[in-house]
């Protein structure tokens, strides 16, 4: 039979019309030789089209050996790429169960973790903060139903399941609006008892759910209080055990160097591989699970990867990465900058307002580039963070920036102006991190790289009320009291918090000033 696509050699003046590639074909019917109909060019393939992964060859649509080949890898580094992506969130609730398992030698139900005198840089966790007393906990429900009491006064509260998705708020957002209560989580296929009167009930798809909540600081900048009301009133117990719950035992987390953060390399598809073993596929749809079955990601069946196949995932997940990070520090979307031409190069978590990113409620799908923006950069993935809650909750927004769209620099030294009255019903901070490991910036001088306004009462405010915040390895003569350091070499960024953001931060009347190289 004769090659009747080769190269386009064939045309029809007035049909058709053959891309330079060899890749794009626009026509009428035609009528190749040895068709008794004319054929939709369509629905034909050139015997060589040439593509920047290499050239396919065929016989007649029969691929070569070569074009399978080419083809085949290409498909499996992204289906590597995409496992990255779209399962970075189990892997990082993985990891924070990892290092509170075997880092803290902390057991599911029974230990509780207390930051007693606040995050400090020592802790890998991604952008934790030094102005809250946090306290952390897991839930097991594999044998049953958990029950957890919140203490009046707790602030931000959450339980998110082993996708790193939403379960239930807790304290100030929660349904007990701040006032303490019990809380009964449902695992998988669990039904809630008859009488379930005094409980705020939640139900989960995983067996493994990360408790985290969040206590402020009292008028002194001081953690005793919230540290105190933990200590006194957090429980976390089986629900068979509520008639004699056992005593919880606390840990201070706050000397601890523990490893929270999935990895970036190929050891990601080993922390996801564990996470899909234990949990129940239904949690995750068949297509996702789809993706991580075919790069040999299964339940119920070894991950064995050949030396082949290990050596295209290393490069998958290296691919994975970068776009990541490119996604986070660099994102193209506008929807990702919280002031218009992307002033202060401020961003937001939550690009287009949804904790579950959602694009027009769900009729555009999932936006993957905030889901990914978002995993990347942080834990803890609730409705409050995202939604207008004034005087509720908490809101973000961070830059690795300068005014000139330069990254920021640990050598050199920058200034950010906080306008007068910040619209924070408790208090706001500032803290600066490492973009590397997306925990807090480490210096042997500045164990809690950050200044707040409650914690820092020293600060000192110009005269029209506004307060300069300077950022350098060196304090500027007089400026000290204002001062975080950095450091020569590395890079930074800056995440500014509002608690009990005010009507003023949403409609944006008033706006954070930009990162200035001094």
């Known amino acids: 039979m004769k090659r009747f696509f080769s190269s386009c050699s064939f045309a029809l003046a007035t049909t058709l019309f053959c891309a330079a590639s060899g890749s794009v074909l626009q026509a009428a019917e035609i009528r190749p030789k040895n068709y008794n109909t004319p054929i939709p060019v369509d629905v034909l393939t050139p015997d060589s089209v040439r593509t920047r992964v290499g050239t396919f060859n065929y016989f007649d649509g029969f691929p070569d050996a070569e074009t399978k080949r080419l083809a085949r890898r290409q498909v499996d580094l992204g289906r590597g790429i995409q496992t990255f992506l779209n399962f970075m969130p189990a892997a990082s609730l993985e990891m924070l169960y990892v290092g509170h398992r075997d880092g803290y030698g902390m057991q599911p139900n029974r230990d509780i973790g207390l930051f007693d005198e606040l995050m400090s840089s020592k802790s890998l966790w991604l952008t934790g903060n030094t102005d809250t007393v946090y306290a952390s906990a897991f839930l097991d429900l594999s044998d049953g139903p958990v029950v957890v009491e919140v203490p009046p006064g707790t602030g931000p509260g959450t339980v998110n399941d082993a996708f790193f998705r939403f379960v239930v708020d807790m304290g100030g957002p929660g349904p007990d609006k701040g006032k303490g209560g019990r809380y009964l989580i449902l695992g998988p296929g669990q039904k809630a008892p008859a009488n379930t009167d005094g409980y705020f009930l939640a ?20 953690p005793d209080t919230a540290r105190t009301a933990f200590q006194n009133g957090l429980k976390v117990y089986p629900f068979v055990q509520r008639n004699n719950p056992p005593s919880n035992t606390f840990k201070n987390l706050t000397d601890w160097q523990v490893n929270t953060i999935h990895a970036n390399n190929f050891k990601f598809y080993e922390e996801l591989d564990d996470v899909i073993q234990r949990e129940p596929s239904e949690m995750f749809s068949p ?11 299964q339940k119920g069946k070894p991950f064995n990867p050949s030396f082949a196949q290990k050596k295209l995932l290393t490069e998958a997940v290296a691919i ?12 193209e979307d506008p929807k990702a900058y919280i002031y218009p031409g992307k002033a202060g190069f ?14 027009n409620g769900g009729n555009g ?19 409050a963070m995202a939604l207008e809650l004034p005087g509720v909750g908490s809101q973000y927004a961070f830059s690795s920036r300068d005014g000139s769209g330069a990254y920021l620099d640990g050598s050199k030294t920058y200034k950010v ?25 480490q210096s042997k001088e ?24 300077y950022f350098g390895p060196k304090a500027p003569v007089g400026k000290e009291a204002n001062w975080v350091k950095t450091v020569p070499g590395k890079g930074w960024f800056g995440i500014f918090r509002l608690y009990g953001p005010g009507q003023e931060w949403f409609d944006r009347t008033w706006k954070l000033g930009g990162i200035e190289q001094l």
């Open 346 to 359: 401020w961003q937001t978590g939550f690009p287009g307002g949804s904790h579950e990113y959602l694009v």
């Open 203 to 222: 139900t989960t798809p995983s067996k493994i759910n990360w408790l985290i909540l969040r206590g402020f600081l009292d008028e002194k900048g001081e």
């Open 320 to 331: 994975g990465n970068a776009t990541a990070r490119s996604i986070l520090f660099s994102p």
């Open 287 to 297: 297509e996702l699970l789809g993706i991580a079955s075919a790069i040999g990601i």
């Open 365 to 383: 799908g999932r936006d993957m580039d905030s889901r990914t923006l978002f995993f990347y950069l942080a834990t803890v993935n609730t409705p």
């Open 446 to 469: 500045m164990p809690y790289p950050s200044k707040n306004n409650k914690r820092n009462p020293g600060m000192v405010k110009n005269s029209d009320g506004s307060t300069d915040l």
């Open 417 to 441: 102006n906080i306008p007068a009255n910040p619209p924070a019903n408790r208090f706001w901070s500032f803290v600066v991190y490492d973009p590397q490991t997306r925990s807090m910036l």
